[in-house]
């Protein structure tokens, strides 16, 4: 398959038999699985940021670890060691619950900075040194952490080198009435309901194509001044200690591809761009002493930012659709 819309069609309608009212975050983790990005979680206990990782897995034919973070966990833990086997009298490798496609590293802020840099090389490089040896991950690799906002006692917070690996940090809510109710009746109706009923709609060469569609989506040169002077504003502001790297302006224009690609289109449009201010801005900020003084949030201060940078609203179909080479 190389239609990354009929693609994501495929992953939303069979994870919609198990989740209700996780749209938002299908979308995001396709355009993370599209571009080679790695994804952080944050919402309260029950809202089912696992489950999502893992029915996500399933439908699009990833083979799934789970790793529980906690603070006695050590990097051996993640990547794997060297075992002696005492029936061979020789070390053999034992891979670590790294070597998988998609790795979900559960309350990650409960392991200790050394555990969490663990995840470092293999976000970025795809790879993993153990003892000196420097072993390629299966691709597509894929991390999705979690972490709970609300119960930070023993917990670690994430440095800003491991929080600008995550191309997007994303909130999981509580969900509303409606939803909540048809949760309940779904689990009424079938109290087994999980991970295991989901279908695989998609193979490992199927991602890797699809993959390559989406590295041809073009991006106007007007969309990539946009997109610059969305984070140049953000960098500006009075309310912004540390702005964002440029890896996020790469983030965005990945992830803009990926999101024009999910919903049809071979070219990049504005909105594009705006949707993905917070999911790739939230986490690489760090706001200044104003910002507290003003009780102003990181959402806040992206809001006002992005209120000062007009979008190229004149600009039209067949403008940013051209090619380079036009």
């Known amino acids: ?77 993640i990547t794997g060691t060297h075992v002696y086997r005492e029936s061979t009298g020789e070390f ?101 309901l999980g991970p295991d009923d989901i279908s695989q709609v998609l193979s490992t060469d199927d991602i890797l194509a699809l993959r390559e569609t989406v590295r041809t989506v073009h991006v106007a040169d007007p969309v990539k001044e946009y997109l610059l002077d969305v984070v140049e504003a953000i960098r500006a502001s009075t309310y912004v200690e540390a702005g964002a790297s440029p890896r996020a302006s790469l983030a965005f224009l990945h992830a803009g591809k990926a999101r024009a690609a999910i919903h049809g289109r071979d070219y990049v449009i504005p909105a594009d761009i705006t949707e993905l201010v917070e999911p790739i801005l939230s986490h690489r900020l760090v706001l200044s002493t104003d910002a507290s003084l003003s009780d102003l949030a990181t959402e806040d201060v992206l809001t006002e930012a992005l209120e000062e940078v007009p979008p190229p609203s004149q600009l039209d179909a067949e403008a940013l659709s051209a090619t380079s080479n036009s």
Do not use: C
């Open 1 to 77: 398959m190389t239609d990354p819309a009929a693609a994501y069609a495929d992953i939303r309608d069979e994870i919609s038999t198990v989740l209700v009212g996780n749209d938002e975050l299908i979308e995001r983790f396709t355009i993370s699985l599209l571009t080679g990005g790695h994804v952080l979680v944050e919402g309260v206990p029950g809202v089912a940021k696992t489950t999502a990782a893992n029915v996500f897995a399933r439908s699009v034919g990833l083979d799934f670890t789970r790793i529980q973070m906690t603070p006695d966990i050590l990097p051996a833990d």
């Open 92 to 192: 053999d490798l034992e891979r670590g619950p790294v070597f998988s496609n998609l790795v979900v590293a559960d309350e990650i802020n409960r392991a200790t900075p050394k555990t969490q840099s663990a995840l470092l090389e293999a976000m970025e490089e795809g790879n993993v040194t153990i003892e000196g040896e420097t072993l390629t991950l299966p691709q597509p690799f894929m991390v999705i952490a979690t972490q709970n906002p609300i119960e930070m006692e023993g917990t670690f917070e994430l440095p800003e080198a491991q929080r600008d690996r995550f191309q997007f940090k994303l909130t999981v809510e509580i969900p509303e009435r409606t939803d909540e109710r048809t949760i309940i009746d779904r689990f009424d109706e079938n109290a087994t």
